[in-house]
């Protein structure tokens, strides 16, 4: 090479031109750039030069200005086109002469420049191009021009996500779809989430952290989501809609009922029907009535909901309540199990209505102890809707004209006595329901009332019929029971506070129930066998256990056998556990959150045990709302001592709270 060689390098990647000056050792050159900074290259390092010619560092600007007008890169491809069909390779001389008509050294620099930075038309081989074949120049022209337009969505993207963030509607682009979940994805899972890189590359174009809650937090500015979303939902595989097909199903049945399977049921539309729930509740699935025999004896009837009068084992509606498996309540609202229309209309036990029902008639003996019973697929209609208190209200007032809720309610108190006399473990510790209605959150603590302990019975007393009727047929169905319990001594309860304290200390003790297809004795209820069918709207097992009874009440062939009943009670199991625990972590969310809203408040609370005395952790209950928490604590306590607690400091998304302990004259 000859000073004063006009050559081309790289810089970064980018293309730069320099004059050669001075050789530097055996192989190296020293070449000086327009801007009169020297490199020192070595031969390969040199894309491109041009001989014979001298130029000076000065001249470089208008040599660059010179080919300009001539990188036009759409020129290549009628270049492509003259050479493809003969499989002709090119070098950049050639190429000037054939674009050009020129081998000027600025014409054929410029033909280098367009046939180095070509990725449709040529391939390099050596010193020279070959023409790509129709099939693969067609193949990068659709993969550019994808790639341009995903340019324009992601700058389009980002011009929306611009918008929104200050508060302007925005129409969101099926394009933004993906980015948008990936955000959501990494805002819900974190470092799990799947598919990351565009929620990251989103959160670096806008200069935000790559954390998830800074996703978060973008999700909430942009207005998809509420600075309260559930992310225990989110994370579960809970569906939180119904299908268009399953919607429809619905529909289809609700104008076109299907026929009954059982054309002759029972005509209870004679007795008085009491459905008694709380006042916000929309599934109405059990009603209580009491009739008098000619020979005086008393018969109570539990009436149940049936949904099996507007589904089949397997068709749409079925498999759906089974995905499901159970109706989730939140503070916020419910994720039901069937779609609304028909949980809260034709399947629901609704007053003034006739409703098809399956109807439990049960005669106690005077101890409280199952005397005779049967079973029937009825027609009932409900007279009253009661709530809680308007029953605690009746029944402490003896309103003569509802004696038979009067009647119902001293049963239930004979049913308890006889349970507690089977060793029956009543664990009494106070409850609370966190309702949050717009932005307002409210806690309520739930009286262990008359009503609700009546309820609670009659619900009981239905299961024990149910399962005794199965036992007896052979039925394979989900029957509940509990291990017997290895309880601390009457005198090591009896050092310890009655009351929550006390429950709270028997309740570690007890073991899990079991799901099992025999039946086997419920501990804490005093059951020799017991299983659940008071809620077939709300839980797919009870609805199973709706299905066998009801195949078996007609004669029919079981529509489930022992294995598919086995198979069905492992995945009920499992979907219901993470049901529980969407439920758990969105009550201690807004729990959290409550006492953030009122973190001047000061909590009377009640010590019930410790949770690692060495660390000075303990598990307390706040009275006033009925809810445990633990809190650390830097004195001597004792299970039953109770303190004045502060909230310090709260984060409900982080699930994070601490308390400081107020001294009794500082709320003075």
């Not at 039901?336 to 399947?347: C, H, I, V």
């Not at 029944?395 to 038979?404: D, F, I, K, T």
């Not at 009286?447 to 302990?453: H, L, P, V």
């Amino acid at each position: 090479m000859e000073k004063g060689t006009l050559v081309e390098f790289r810089v970064n990647g980018d293309r730069r031109l320099a004059i050669a000056d001075r050789p530097e050792g055996k192989k190296h050159w020293i070449v000086v750039d327009e801007r009169g900074q020297n490199h020192t290259l070595h031969p390969r390092q040199i894309e491109y030069e041009i001989s014979n010619q001298t130029y000076k560092p000065s001249e470089i600007a208008q040599f660059l200005n010179d080919i300009q007008p001539y990188l036009d890169p759409s020129s290549l491809e009628v270049a492509w086109e003259i050479l493809s069909d003969a499989g002709d390779s090119v070098d950049p001389n050639e190429m000037a002469m054939l674009l050009f008509s020129d081998k000027g050294a600025p014409l054929c620099y410029a033909a280098h420049c367009l046939l180095s930075e070509d990725k449709i038309y040529f391939k390099q081989k050596g010193d020279r191009y070959e023409p790509r074949s129709a099939s693969q120049v067609a193949e990068l022209k659709h993969q550019g021009e994808a790639e341009a337009q995903r340019q324009r969505d992601w700058h389009d993207f980002l011009e929306r996500l611009q918008h929104a963030a200050a508060g302007e509607s925005v129409a969101w682009q099926p394009s933004d779809r993906t980015r948008l979940d990936a955000l959501e994805r990494f805002a819900t899972f974190g470092e799990e989430a799947t598919h990351r890189a565009p929620a990251l590359e989103t959160l670096t174009a806008l200069k935000r952290p790559e954390t998830p809650q800074a996703a978060f937090g973008l999700l909430v500015e942009l207005g998809i989501w509420s600075p309260h979303e559930n992310l225990a939902v989110r994370r579960s595989q809970v569906p939180t809609h119904f299908s268009t097909k399953v919607l429809q199903v619905t529909h289809h049945r609700l104008e076109s009922p299907p026929d009954d399977l059982d054309p002759n049921r029972l005509d209870l539309t004679h007795l008085k029907v009491y459905t008694i729930d709380d006042e916000s509740t929309r599934e109405i699935d059990d009603g209580l009535s009491l009739e008098t025999l000619p020979d005086g004896r008393e018969r109570l009837w539990i009436h149940i909901a049936d949904p099996t009068r507007w589904i089949t084992p397997g068709d749409e509606l079925d498999l759906e309540a089974r995905r499901r498996c159970t109706t989730i309540y939140l503070p916020t609202g419910m994720i039901p199990m069937f779609p609304s229309e028909l949980a809260t209309g034709d399947m629901s036990l609704n007053p003034g209505k006739i409703s098809c029902a399956l109807s439990f008639g049960v005669i106690l003996d005077e101890a409280g102890a199952v005397e005779d019973y049967s079973i029937h697929a009825s027609l009932i209609k409900s007279t009253y809707r009661l709530t809680y208190e308007d029953v605690d209200e009746m029944v402490q007032l003896g309103v003569q004209a509802e004696s038979e809720l009067e009647a119902i309610a001293q049963w239930a108190k004979r049913r308890q006595a006889w349970r507690q006399s089977q060793g029956s473990i009543a664990i009494h510790m106070p409850e609370s329901s966190i309702k949050v209605q717009g932005d307002t959150v409210t806690i309520d603590v739930l009286e262990d009332s008359i009503s609700r302990q009546l309820v609670a019975e009659m619900m009981i007393l239905a299961g024990e019929v149910a399962a005794r009727y199965a036992q007896t047929h052979q039925l394979p169905l989900p029957f509940r029971s509990q291990p017997q319990p290895e309880l601390p001594s009457e005198e090591e309860l009896l050092l310890l506070p009655a009351g929550p304290v006390r429950a709270c200390a028997i309740r570690r003790c007890m073991p899990r129930s079991e799901v099992t297809i025999t039946a086997a004795r419920h501990a804490s209820l005093g059951l020799d066998t017991y299983t659940q069918v008071t809620s077939p709207i709300r839980r797919y097992s009870d609805l199973l256990a709706h299905f066998q009874i009801k195949s078996h009440l007609r004669g029919d062939v079981l529509p489930f056998s022992e294995e598919a009943v086995k198979d069905l009670m492992l995945s009920i199991g499992s979907t219901v556990y993470e049901a529980i625990l969407v439920e758990r972590q969105t009550n201690r969310y807004w729990g959290l959150e409550f006492l953030r809203r009122n973190a001047d408040q000061v909590w009377q609370a009640l010590m019930l045990r410790w949770l690692r005395e060495h660390e000075g952790l303990a598990l307390v209950l706040l009275e006033d709302l009925a809810l445990e928490l633990p809190v650390v604590l830097n004195r001597a306590i004792a299970p039953g001592d109770q303190l004045l607690l502060k909230v310090s400091r709260v984060d409900p998304r982080q699930d994070e709270i601490r308390f400081q302990e107020v001294a009794a004259q500082a709320v003075g």
